[in-house]
């Protein structure tokens, strides 16, 4: 998919400021589709810092679960879809089947108009987990992450803030 971008990496290493840079450098209106929400203090000061970087040239969609609905309508614009991770963790607190949610959301992504830059964190670099519900997350966060990167058109993982492109155009 042209219009796809994915940015990988760990927790805190950079992943959505350089996915912000890459957005505001095309000049097109921008859309931040943010999946986390503020389930506690901890969480809520992570995205108050979020929005205070952005700025207020940002459109805000929250969409914890359903992504499709609003990318139908945001042809032309950018779009920071930040993150992946917490939509698969929504995902899957709701019950939902992880592969086909994931083959609904790519396919609203290749119809979109919009350039989509997709935020993902790379989970299988650590530890392997002690529980089987940690290892099976993980798991699942690859197989998500390999989907979209198959797709995407660009592909770039971010360590301490500096970006490693691992997928580019031909």
Known sequence: MDN?????GGASSGKSAYAERL????GRPLVYLATGQAGDGEMAAKIA?????RGPD???IEAPLDLCTPLSGLGGKVVLLDCLTLWLS???AAGHTIG???DRLLGA???SRAAVIAVSNELGLGLVPADPISRAFRDAQGHLNQRFAAAAARVTFIAAGLPLALKAPQ
């Open 4 to 8: 796809l971008t994915l940015i990988l």
């Open 23 to 26: 957005a505001q450098a095309t």
């Open 49 to 53: 810092r979020h929005q205070a970087r």
């Open 58 to 60: 940002w459109q805000l």
């Open 90 to 92: 929504n995902q899957l």
């Open 100 to 102: 086909a949610e994931t």
């Open 109 to 111: 992504i290749a119809a």
